[in-house]
């Protein structure tokens, strides 16, 4: 009986239309379970572990929904109390320097090896940027493992060495990058960092390739979408937020784009078949974060115009076609195959309109905040587009606890320890 009135009640609730022959249909339901509640006991005894269970799924289902009625509800709260100076920079993803010059309260702050002198000084820098933030900052970094690490190698804070993508992607044991990568968002996360700018989920498909090599899982790319998802595992596991780059993929070109223009010279068939087949496997997995490379995709994008900035390539593609909903975030925008070709300007014009959420460090950060400003001054479509990033941005900090946990760095900054080591030891001896 009580299985019947939470159907009418559900049914009622979700507004469903329901026309007379339906109507007549629920009606003989009702009275088959009427009749049904009058033969004896032991029919009902065992139905009553059923009802149990159907019981607890709609208890889930009633949790879940409060749950996001109330996370509607703070993302309003919050949003409400921001002026639109606060939410601009919100868009922003910046250096400890270019943070500490402007004293902003911008979305994102990124360490580099040069802003980090040890453990504890490491941690009571993050605690202090983060007690002076209106909203609490992602804290970034590009601990990849390999060649790409902040944390690690010579002049560095003694993090545990972990080895390169492509090294892990070829272990024998089966869980190598899930165990590397645990150790990373371990170390990372006790110092006080929430977001990582890993892994990298370019396919390794070009040997002359001068940037990604062995920051490549594998050359095959349904091995890179699993280890991808092993890396994701891992560090949302110990509460890092990963943000896997570079899409569309930056293992089949021959240029650097930190120096120059790099081109993906593919159409979207064989990008769907190599290049986004771990982008696809991530988004399918639940990740938050994606980056953006500066690649021109000429055969997809018809023109030169890097996939940054690229509306075809952004929306109508990775969130449109693949369906992502996450966080879009920029490759680095000091980069020389941006500033060469485009002014800062022009670069917030079109980042906004592809549908970038964050802007990762703008070569002229005041200007480009500045004009990020005015636009979203005069223009109402502007400005709802800034007001649907902050509202992502924020559920994110929400959903990882960032304002719960907005001054408690881990007590103990200890990393590089002894078994961490061995566990890499172990893996490499394999």
């Not at 780059?245 to 010279?265: F, I, W």
Request: charged share 25%.
């Amino acid at each position: 009986m009580k299985r019947v009135w939470i159907l009418m009640l559900l049914l009622l609730l979700s507004g469903c239309q329901i026309g007379n022959e339906k109507l007549n249909q629920l009606d003989q339901n009702i009275e088959e379970n009427l009749k049904e509640s009058a033969v004896p006991a032991i029919d009902s005894e065992l139905n009553l572990e059923d009802e149990r269970e159907d019981l607890s799924k709609e208890e889930v289902v009633s949790e879940t929904l409060t749950e996001a009625i109330q996370l509607e509800a703070s993302i309003d709260e919050i949003l409400s109390n921001l002026s639109l100076e606060a939410k601009v920079a919100q868009m922003f993803y910046v250096t400890v320097e270019d943070y500490e010059r402007t004293g902003l309260s911008y979305g994102g702050i990124i360490f580099f090896k040069h802003n980090m002198t040890s453990a504890n000084q490491t941690q009571k820098i993050i605690n202090k940027i983060q007690s002076e933030m209106t909203v609490p900052a992602f804290i970034g970094l590009d601990e990849e493992g390999g060649l790409v690490s902040r944390i690690t190698g010579e002049a560095s804070i003694g993090g545990t060495k972990i080895p390169s993508a492509w090294v892990l992607g070829h272990a024998t044991t089966s869980n190598a990058v899930y165990i590397a990568n645990e150790i990373i968002a371990r170390e990372t996360r006790t110092l006080g960092f929430n977001m990582n700018f890993a892994p990298v989920s370019d396919v390794h498909t070009n040997p002359n390739n001068p940037i990604i090599g062995h920051r490549a899982f594998s050359d095959d790319p349904k091995v890179v979408g699993e280890k991808v998802m092993e890396a994701i595992k891992a560090y949302q596991h110990h509460n890092i937020i990963p943000v896997i780059k570079h899409y569309p993929g930056h293992g089949d070109t021959k240029e650097d784009s930190h120096l120059g223009t790099a081109t993906l010279n593919h159409d979207l068939s064989r990008l769907k078949n190599v290049e986004l087949v771990p982008f696809v496997e991530a988004i399918r997995g639940g990740v938050d974060v994606i980056m953006v490379g500066h690649l021109q995709v000429p055969q997809v994008t018809g023109d030169l115009t890097p996939a940054s900035l690229s509306e075809t390539m952004i929306q109508e593609i990775l969130i449109d076609e693949l369906g992502f909903e996450g966080l879009v975030i920029s490759d680095a925008l000091n980069m020389k195959s941006i500033v060469d070709y485009y002014d800062t300007k022009t670069m917030m014009d079109q980042g906004l309109d592809a549908g970038l959420n964050l802007f990762l460090m703008p070569e002229n950060v005041d200007a480009a905040y500045e004009h990020l400003l005015k636009k979203a001054q005069t223009s109402k479509e502007a400005e709802m587009k800034i007001n649907e990033t902050l509202r992502k941005i924020i559920r994110l900090k929400l959903e990882n606890s960032l304002f719960e946990h907005k001054n408690q760095a881990m007590q103990d900054p200890v990393i590089g320890k002894v078994e961490d080591r061995e566990k890499i030891a172990d893996l490499l001896n394999d």
